[in-house]
């Protein structure tokens, strides 16, 4: 959690992750003719996250990296 030492960048990470999301949302919102580029970001930056969060087994970190895959997923058949 954000805050916290970590063995990696999981706490830092996680922040990002939320303003890369927020941003992705927003410009889809906008219907911008850069929301498919903002998806394909958000996506690297939430499996990054994913990755991260992985290596920890605290609970909320493995139900942050779930979020962050399935987050992911979805942002790749946005920018597809």
Do not use: T, W
């Not at 916290?4 to 992750?17: F, K």
């Amino acid at each position: 959690m954000a805050g916290q030492e970590s063995i990696n960048d999981c706490p830092q990470c996680c922040v990002e992750c939320i303003d890369a999301c927020l941003a992705c949302i927003k410009f889809m919102a906008a219907d911008s003719a850069y929301a498919k580029q903002y998806a394909l970001l958000c996506a690297e930056i939430c499996e990054y996250c994913a990755d991260h969060c992985n290596a920890h087994e605290h609970d909320h970190c493995k139900r942050c990296a779930e979020s962050c895959k399935k987050c992911a997923e979805e942002c790749r058949k946005i920018a597809a």
